[in-house]
């Protein structure tokens, strides 16, 4: 038996930067480009992503430069990929680490990275947007709206600006640079046509805590975000830090907090679109399996 009430069809995932990176990234980090690039590969994953109902799908495309340039990626793979995954949207995922990659309150940073973003999609028509993603990012940055600003602006009306955005406070954690306000929110949304929340490093060693937050967390951004599309991102890898314990922090029991949270409304609001899993490189075949049982309907 499963459990797919919430499942609506339409769930994301973070890819590798290997699916679309230059030859240089495959170099830098000793890796065989052949685990991305043949053509089978990629038919795998295709059908491993369809098979567990995702339908947005953010290929890693970062850091940029200081100078606010995205990394190379390779045009003919990135074709290719587009080719094997005509149901798939592909967002790539950029942005970086506030204050080494990325500068927002510079104009000639947002100019150059709002420029190659536009380039990009030009170049590769079939993309469906970007999936954009700064950490940290301080609750409250009109910097970073108005980077929103100008990269609405700059993108084509018909391809989709995509967020990674930070949950809301916590009393063990009430700094605003990884956490954002209520009020915050929809000043972001104004700009965004997809909110994807990142429900996990919240420095909870036990899991049932980590199940009520994920539950109040969900409750409260849908509340929240009434016309945008709300994803909510789930973690499923294993790192061990102060703000991450493995143990409590799992996809079982992300998807147990998202069930509870979805739960608290007669019926899940419109704005919810489905989960996003934090991520495809660290999901192993046990956790497909627990999606297919605890999520996927």
Do not use: C
């Not at 506030?98 to 927002?104: A, I, M, P, R, T």
């Amino acid at each position: 038996m499963t459990d797919g009430r919430h499942d609506r069809g339409r769930n994301a995932v973070w890819l590798s930067h290997g699916w679309l990176g230059a030859d240089s990234w495959f170099e830098r980090h000793d890796r065989d480009s052949a685990a991305f690039r043949d053509s089978m590969a990629v038919a795998r994953l295709a059908w491993q992503l369809q098979r567990h109902h995702v339908t947005d799908a953010y290929p890693h495309l970062a850091p940029t430069t200081a100078a606010g340039h995205l990394p190379p990626h390779d045009p003919l793979q990135t074709e290719r990929f587009l080719d094997q995954t005509p149901d798939l949207r592909v967002l790539p995922w950029v942005g970086g680490v506030l204050g080494e990659h990325v500068f927002l309150g510079s104009p000639s940073w947002r100019r150059t990275f709002t420029a190659d973003v536009a380039r990009l999609l030009e170049d590769h028509p079939r993309l469906a947007g970007i999936h954009l993603n700064v950490e940290p990012l301080p609750s409250g940055s009109d910097a970073y709206l108005a980077l929103l600003e100008e990269l609405r602006q700059a993108l084509p009306p018909d391809k989709l600006l995509s967020v990674a955005a930070y949950p809301p406070p916590l009393i063990w954690q009430p700094g605003l640079d990884v956490h954002w306000n209520r009020a915050y929110y929809p000043k972001v949304a104004h700009h965004a046509d997809q909110i994807v929340v990142m429900m996990y490093d919240t420095a909870l060693p036990l899991r049932k805590p980590y199940v009520s937050l994920v539950a109040r967390w969900t409750a409260d951004v849908l509340i929240w975000l009434p016309e945008t599309d709300v994803l909510l991102g789930l973690p499923a890898y294993e790192d061990l830090a102060l703000y991450h314990w493995p143990w409590a922090e799992t996809l079982h029991s992300g998807l147990r907090g998202a069930h509870a949270g979805l739960e608290r409304f007669e019926q899940p609001p419109d704005s919810y679109q489905g989960i996003a899993i934090y991520s495809h490189w660290t999901m192993s075949e046990p956790e497909w399996t627990l999606l297919d049982r605890h999520f996927v309907e």
